[in-house]
């Protein structure tokens, strides 16, 4: 059985859906204890590929255990827009970052391909975001999903921790760790870009906190909170006080709101003076804009990039600094506030110089 038709029963069985442990036979079993596999798919398909796989290739520890000696021309697959800037700016140059999703891609829909799958059964990491941002790569085995090792296992809650610089900075820290298992002759030069980076999200949040200071506030002290559509900002909120309002998903996940919901949302807007309604790229929803004519709250003109990066902002290319630069600007004039904009295009361009070997894009 040759590795081609190997990987290519591994694509297929990542279109199915998990088995109970109890159904799969006691070999997988026996071979998931020694080489650290787990029992996935629909018929034990994935399992039986990563074991014949693992036994033409040798066990492969994951890259939190014991890293394997040699990081040369591996391959690290980024499964969300973030975590591709940051895995290309840390990587070092002998590690190949394959990138599934690019710039303005939604995590929600996007699909496998078969090429992807392909490139999938060859990579020796998968970095995904968890948290049921990317519900494609949920189910992928091995992978390591950032926001479930900050967060803890199950944890589905808002996954868009990197709004809030803080938390970006976490996720910087646990991107390295994987890459220097993997690539240990290189880890202090990449212990030294996760440090810069860290930096400059530090930078990023004093920036942001002088921006935000500039929106008026409402006659109880505070200011006005984030209305949008889903439930996307929260973390950002948090970091800043300002209040995440979810309009369409706040009791479900559904994209229309029945009469009575719809009442409630228009009469709060109105109780709350909110001044914009905030929309992601894209068409305007429906339900949204059903919310703006009713409340004759206004749909702000910029819109908010929460879900992966902008494409390029302002003349920089697309980087997770320049997506956050640029929603802090349009949140602080859509409520009233300003942004210093020349100082957030030098944040992302001193983003941009940190590991500028690397060009953004992804593979087909």
Request: hydrophobic share 40%; net charge positive.
């Amino acid at each position: 059985m040759t590795l081609s038709f190997l990987k290519i029963l591994l694509w297929g069985s990542l279109l199915v859906g998990p088995l109970p442990r109890s159904c799969c036979p006691f070999w997988t079993q026996a071979w998931r204890r020694a080489c650290g596999e787990v029992c996935y798919g629909r018929g034990g398909m994935v399992v039986l590929a990563m074991v014949l796989l693992a036994t033409l290739g040798g066990c492969r520890q994951d890259p939190r255990g014991t890293p394997t000696p040699g990081g040369a021309g591996v391959r690290v697959i980024a499964g969300d827009g973030v975590l591709c800037d940051l895995t290309q700016r840390l990587a070092p140059s002998q590690v190949k970052v394959t990138c599934l999703l690019g710039p303005g891609d939604d995590p929600h829909a996007f699909r496998l391909s078969p090429s992807q799958g392909q490139l999938l059964a060859q990579s020796r990491l998968l970095l995904v975001n968890g948290g049921g941002l990317t519900p494609a790569l949920e189910r992928i085995p091995n992978r390591v999903a950032i926001v479930e090792r900050l967060r803890g296992p199950g944890d589905r809650q808002d996954p868009h921790l990197w709004h809030d610089p803080a938390q970006a900075a976490q996720m910087v820290k646990a991107v390295a760790a994987p890459l220097v298992a993997l690539s240990p002759e290189s880890g202090a030069e990449i212990e030294g870009r996760s440090a810069a980076l860290q930096g400059q999200l530090a930078q990023l949040d004093r920036w942001n906190r002088r921006q935000l200071a500039t929106i008026p506030r409402g006659p109880d002290g505070q200011p006005p909170p984030i209305a949008m559509a889903h439930r996307a900002l929260s973390h950002y909120g948090a970091a800043y006080g300002l209040q995440a309002l979810p309009l369409v998903d706040r009791d479900s996940t559904s994209s229309s709101l029945r009469p009575a919901q719809l009442g409630a949302v228009v009469a709060e807007l109105k109780q709350r003076r909110v001044p914009a309604l905030f929309h992601e790229p894209g068409a305007i929803g429906r339900s949204l804009q059903r919310i703006s004519d009713l409340s004759g709250v206004p749909i702000a003109s910029t819109p908010l990039v929460v879900d992966g990066l902008a494409g390029a902002v302002e003349g920089q290319p697309p980087s997770l600094m320049a997506t956050l630069v640029a929603n802090t600007c349009a949140l602080s004039r859509g409520l009233g506030g300003q942004c210093d904009s020349q100082a957030g295009t030098r944040l992302a361009q001193q983003w941009q110089a940190i590991g500028a070997a690397r060009v953004l894009g992804k593979d087909p």
